[in-house]
């Protein structure tokens, strides 16, 4: 068994270019397929993403609107009962909302279907990692789904109602009406929401990196002021111009840097340890056989 194993590694790595092209190939076409899954999927169940999903950050009933009022009840003032007056969102083309649905829908997959599409690429380089590499791999495909799940649902839940209620009571007359188009409204909720959730992907980021010798803590420590105004700038980028929404953003973001840093001493030390051992085991003391 275990020769079979190492022949079926040796010719992994010996695979050609178009060989690896071939593979990648396949390992695209399956995370195409698991896209168009759920989005077919999404397509048929139009009724809740719109009502239940899309739409529901923008009712007074939808859980972080009423937390917030409720606490702003507890405080005593009303600034915080958000989007409490109602808006109507129209349709201007005679297609559109047909092309909004399929759109709603190849988002919806390309968001529920992005475990596959990590797992499938990790599977693509997985004969080219070491035993141990490859466990840290499958660990951190958990984890970057997890992180990307979290980014969207922090986006939705917390950032979408703050935007949504900023953007659509800014006024800059009393005479002019804001009547929302659907695709705007889909556009900036899908926009944020996928945002947060590549930007969540900070730690994995740093894990990789770090992996291959493009940062270590050391440098993430010294350029931490640098990136303080990096953070607020993004926070500025995916929020509503406003310094609530901005320090809402910020402060999930200032841990992740945190913990990035952690997970990039950790990797460190763990290449320190096996080159360490590395060394170890080659003691230039003692005579190294060779086999022909």
Not at 88 to 96: D, L, V
Not at 122 to 130: E, M, N, S, T, V
Request: aromatic fraction near 12%; hydrophobic fraction near 50%; charge should be positive.
């Amino acid at each position: 068994m275990a020769l079979k194993s190492k022949k079926r590694k040796k010719s992994e790595a010996e695979m050609s270019f178009l060989e690896h092209l071939e593979e990648l190939r396949w390992h695209i076409i399956r995370s195409i397929l698991a896209i168009v899954v759920f989005m077919v999927v999404a397509f048929v169940f139009k009724n809740i993403i719109f009502d239940h999903v899309i739409l529901a950050p923008k009712d007074p009933g939808f859980f972080t609107n009423r937390i917030l009022c409720q606490l702003g009840h507890m405080l005593g003032t009303d600034k915080l009962c958000i989007n409490t007056t109602p808006f109507e969102i129209i349709n201007i083309k005679m297609a559109g909302q047909l092309t909004t649905h399929i759109t709603v829908a190849m988002v919806s997959g390309l968001i529920l279907a992005f475990p596959f599409i990590i797992r499938e690429f990790w599977l693509f380089f997985k004969p080219a990692l070491h035993t141990n590499e490859a466990q840290y791999a499958r660990g951190a495909v958990l984890a970057s789904s997890l992180l990307f799940f979290a980014g969207v649902l922090f986006g939705y839940y917390m950032l979408a109602p703050l935007s949504i209620h900023f953007l659509t009571s800014y006024e800059v007359s009393m005479d002019v009406t804001n009547q929302i188009n659907i695709r705007s409204f889909i556009g900036t909720l899908s926009s944020i929401c996928l945002a947060t959730g590549v930007i969540f992907e900070l730690p994995i980021i740093a894990f990789f990196l770090t992996k291959i010798g493009v940062i270590t803590p050391e440098f993430m420590k010294k350029y931490r002021k640098h990136s303080i105004v990096v953070i607020l700038i993004l926070s500025a980028i995916i929020t509503p111009p406003d310094v609530f929404s901005q320090l809402l953003v910020s402060i999930p973001l200032f841990f992740l840097y945190e913990v990035s840093i952690h997970i990039s001493k950790r990797v460190v030390q763990k290449k320190e340890r096996d080159y360490q051992e590395f060394m170890n085991d080659n003691d230039p003391g003692e005579t190294v056989e060779t086999t022909s």
